[in-house]
């Protein structure tokens, strides 16, 4: 992680680290120079701000007359919503609140890089592997609520199409390919993330301002990219948790056994 110094983060440290450090000592917690690191205090930042917009634009939204604002903010939960119902179906709504929560988080994250004085809390391993086991959890969660405990673990052994007696093999195979969707959210936002701010960091160093804007300016892209990544592998992953398969009746016909999502890619 680039580690440079942040008044921000001083701020934080000299406002709440003496409580944090006289609280977490007596556990057995030790500190070095900094009580609450970066990636905290930018992480508790962006919260801090979406949390104070939502507050502010509770009371001002409006029906006939949406503020520019508004629109922008509709628009980016609509293409949320659209790629949730493609995906999932119908019932892909009932998602949105987390998956839209990750996005916007990672986004504001992936941008925080690019505002001088701040850092990108998603250049640090620690943040992205919460994103990732949050995502990874929760679509577990979300399929032993919609196909029970028993079908749901059943996929993991003998998937569609696959014969009974290959469960060993396939009950191993599906745990390594679950257990690496881990590493594949976390890895690829941190990596892509971590490489941008070390490139304009270096740039920097060299001549101030000026060469590192066509950098900055790739940011901006690059940061909007990661955030959709891993907004649209988190609904393909949870797309393959809730979908519920057909069963064939007794003349060899679809039966819908509940909603079949479009298969993931």
């Not at 007696?165 to 590493?183: C, D, F, N, T, Y």
């Amino acid at each position: 992680m680039i580690e440079h110094p942040l008044w921000i983060v001083q701020f934080v440290n000299a406002l709440l680290g003496p409580l944090v450090k006289a609280a977490l000592e007596p556990l057995g917690f030790h500190f070095g120079h900094e009580v609450i690191p970066n990636y905290l205090v930018m992480t508790m930042l962006i919260v801090l701000v979406v949390t104070a917009v939502c507050a502010f634009m509770r009371s001002r939204l409006s029906v006939e007359h949406p503020s520019r604002f508004q629109i922008l903010l509709e628009d980016g939960v609509m293409s949320v919503v659209r790629l949730l119902e493609e995906w999932i179906g119908p019932d892909g709504r009932a998602y949105l609140p987390l998956i839209a929560t990750l996005g916007l988080f990672i986004l504001l994250g992936n941008y925080a890089g690019l505002v001088p004085g701040l850092m990108a809390p998603t250049a640090n391993i620690n943040v992205t592997l919460g994103c990732a086991i949050t995502t990874w959890v929760f679509y577990h969660l979300q399929g032993f609520r919609t196909q029970g405990v028993v079908n749901y673990l059943k996929h993991f052994a003998v998937p569609p199409g696959a014969p009974v007696w290959m469960a060993p093999l396939m009950l191993i195979i599906e745990g390594i390919s679950h257990a690496s969707r881990v590493l594949s959210l976390s890895l690829r936002l941190f990596g892509n993330i971590f490489g941008e701010e070390l490139v304009i960091v270096i740039l920097g160093s060299i001549i101030p301002f000026i060469v590192p804007l066509p950098m900055m300016f790739l940011g901006l892209i690059t940061g909007g990219l990661q955030a959709f990544i891993f907004v649209l592998l988190s609904i393909i992953y949870l797309q393959g948790a809730v979908a519920v398969e057909h069963e064939h009746d007794a003349h060899g016909h679809d039966a819908p056994s509940g909603h079949r999502a479009p298969a993931a890619a």
